[in-house]
């Protein structure tokens, strides 16, 4: 029996064990470590934020992935030793025939140099602290930004911004926006369409953009970049800085030139240095030059499995690489989504992605409460 072993269980790890367990059948075990025990649903966090939401709406426990034959584990990953083919876990150790590396990146807010008057929706606590702090909020200056780079969803501060904005004028409030960011344009890297048309949504809504700002410090309601240009505020909202899993960062599969996020071939995803070993999600992002998005995690997790499956079963299983994207964003008065692809980025062959953004209508907001009910449904019904 093949045992594959499947590490974290967001977008990236849950698609690819379920995958596996439907393609391999009773072939192969397949084990999926993760430490919190459930499933999290990220693009909804913004919704938590603003009390759209609830944490537990968005959340399901991956002890229901047992029905489809895969063997949950709720542990801590402390250890991968891809030469002995063993994972180090705070529950015992694990041995493999595949590893799939899905440990995604983590949002880390202690990180900044910030005090209690930023707040930081990557993660549940961080959206329940900044609804604490948007309570009773009418009026005064709301400053939304990223600390440094990569951090996952590159559109969400301004979907951030979009929303708040939003939501405080419809208690009649009187709040300024500004979304502050390290690129000097809005969505600089995914070139100039997306800049051209960030700026438009920007300039609709009356949302300050000020770019080339690198924060330093973020305190007592002032914001001061690097640069040493400063910003008072009455509400700050940061995208915080983010690091590979400590398991990951200490182990061969790591790249210090990628801040010890793991290095795959883009052709197969696979590690160059271990041919049983796969990476996919937010841990291989910057190994491939892409965003962190959940879109990517779920297609590169699907190609994986069918290329293990097709290792193991010796059957061409017809699942390519889609290397493109959609995030769809709530911005409060109309929904919009972003698609772009970017397999010419990816090969080295352009510059940018190519994208294009669909929407800037109300039409659009359903669409996202649409896709969040199927992604829970799918998984764990
Ligand atoms: C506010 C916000 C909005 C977003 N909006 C979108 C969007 O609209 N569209 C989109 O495509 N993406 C969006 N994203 C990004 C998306 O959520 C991530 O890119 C995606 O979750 C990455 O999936 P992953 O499986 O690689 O990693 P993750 O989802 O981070 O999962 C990693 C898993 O590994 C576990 N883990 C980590 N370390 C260990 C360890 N040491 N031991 C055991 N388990 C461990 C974690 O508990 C976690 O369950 C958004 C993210 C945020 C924060």
Redesign the pocket.
């Given at each position: 029996m093949t045992k594959i072993l499947v590490?974290?269980?967001?977008?990236?790890?849950l698609v690819a064990a379920h995958n596996l367990a439907k393609l391999l059948k009773d072939k192969a075990e397949i084990t999926l470590?993760?430490?919190?025990g459930y499933?999290?649903f990220?693009?909804s966090?913004?919704w938590v934020m603003v009390g759209q939401r609830e944490p537990e709406d968005i959340m399901r426990p991956l002890s229901r992935l047992s029905k489809h034959g895969i063997k949950v584990v709720e542990?801590?990953?402390?250890e991968i030793d891809p030469d002995n083919s063993y994972v180090g876990t705070s529950a015992g150790r694990l041995d493999y025939d595949y590893l799939i590396v899905?440990?995604?990146?983590?949002?880390r807010p202690d990180l900044m140099n910030a005090d209690e008057t930023v707040c930081s929706?990557?993660t549940v606590e961080g959206a329940l602290d900044c609804r604490r702090k948007l309570a009773g909020f009418k009026k005064g200056k709301i400053v939304v930004g990223a600390w440094d780079w990569p951090y996952?969803?590159p559109p969400?501060p301004f979907e951030t911004a979009f929303l708040l904005k939003y939501v405080v004028e419809q208690r009649a409030g009187e709040p300024e926006v500004t979304v502050t960011h390290f690129w000097s344009e809005p969505m600089e890297p995914f070139g100039p369409y997306m800049v051209e048309s960030f700026k438009k949504f920007l300039d609709m809504y009356g949302v300050g953009f000020r770019g080339g700002f690198k924060p330093a410090e973020a305190k007592s309601g002032r914001l001061v970049a690097e640069s040493g240009e400063a910003i008072e505020y009455d509400l700050a909202v940061f995208a915080p800085p983010h690091t590979p899993?400590?398991?990951v960062a200490e182990s061969p599969l790591a790249d210090e030139s990628i801040w010890g996020y793991m290095r795959v071939d883009w052709r197969t995803l696979r590690s160059p240095k271990y041919d049983n070993v796969f990476g996919?999600?937010?841990?291989v992002a910057p190994s491939l030059g892409l965003g962190?998005?959940?879109?990517?995690?779920h297609f590169q997790a699907e190609f994986v499995a069918a290329q293990i499956a097709d290792e193991v079963l010796g059957t061409y299983m017809g699942e390519h690489y889609n290397m493109s994207?959609v995030?769809?964003?709530d911005l409060g008065y109309v929904g919009a989504a972003v698609y772009c692809d970017f397999s010419g980025k990816v090969k080295g062959e352009s510059k940018y992605p190519d994208c294009v953004i669909l929407g800037g209508m109300r039409a659009f907001r359903p669409l996202k409460y649409a896709f969040e009910r199927y992604w829970l449904e799918k998984w764990f019904a």
């Amino acid at each position: 029996m093949t045992k594959i072993l499947v590490l974290g269980g967001g977008p990236g790890g849950l698609v690819a064990a379920h995958n596996l367990a439907k393609l391999l059948k009773d072939k192969a075990e397949i084990t999926l470590v993760d430490k919190t025990g459930y499933h999290l649903f990220p693009p909804s966090l913004l919704w938590v934020m603003v009390g759209q939401r609830e944490p537990e709406d968005i959340m399901r426990p991956l002890s229901r992935l047992s029905k489809h034959g895969i063997k949950v584990v709720e542990a801590s990953v402390e250890e991968i030793d891809p030469d002995n083919s063993y994972v180090g876990t705070s529950a015992g150790r694990l041995d493999y025939d595949y590893l799939i590396v899905a440990l995604g990146s983590a949002p880390r807010p202690d990180l900044m140099n910030a005090d209690e008057t930023v707040c930081s929706p990557w993660t549940v606590e961080g959206a329940l602290d900044c609804r604490r702090k948007l309570a009773g909020f009418k009026k005064g200056k709301i400053v939304v930004g990223a600390w440094d780079w990569p951090y996952k969803c590159p559109p969400a501060p301004f979907e951030t911004a979009f929303l708040l904005k939003y939501v405080v004028e419809q208690r009649a409030g009187e709040p300024e926006v500004t979304v502050t960011h390290f690129w000097s344009e809005p969505m600089e890297p995914f070139g100039p369409y997306m800049v051209e048309s960030f700026k438009k949504f920007l300039d609709m809504y009356g949302v300050g953009f000020r770019g080339g700002f690198k924060p330093a410090e973020a305190k007592s309601g002032r914001l001061v970049a690097e640069s040493g240009e400063a910003i008072e505020y009455d509400l700050a909202v940061f995208a915080p800085p983010h690091t590979p899993p400590k398991a990951v960062a200490e182990s061969p599969l790591a790249d210090e030139s990628i801040w010890g996020y793991m290095r795959v071939d883009w052709r197969t995803l696979r590690s160059p240095k271990y041919d049983n070993v796969f990476g996919v999600g937010d841990i291989v992002a910057p190994s491939l030059g892409l965003g962190m998005a959940g879109i990517f995690a779920h297609f590169q997790a699907e190609f994986v499995a069918a290329q293990i499956a097709d290792e193991v079963l010796g059957t061409y299983m017809g699942e390519h690489y889609n290397m493109s994207g959609v995030c769809v964003m709530d911005l409060g008065y109309v929904g919009a989504a972003v698609y772009c692809d970017f397999s010419g980025k990816v090969k080295g062959e352009s510059k940018y992605p190519d994208c294009v953004i669909l929407g800037g209508m109300r039409a659009f907001r359903p669409l996202k409460y649409a896709f969040e009910r199927y992604w829970l449904e799918k998984w764990f019904a």
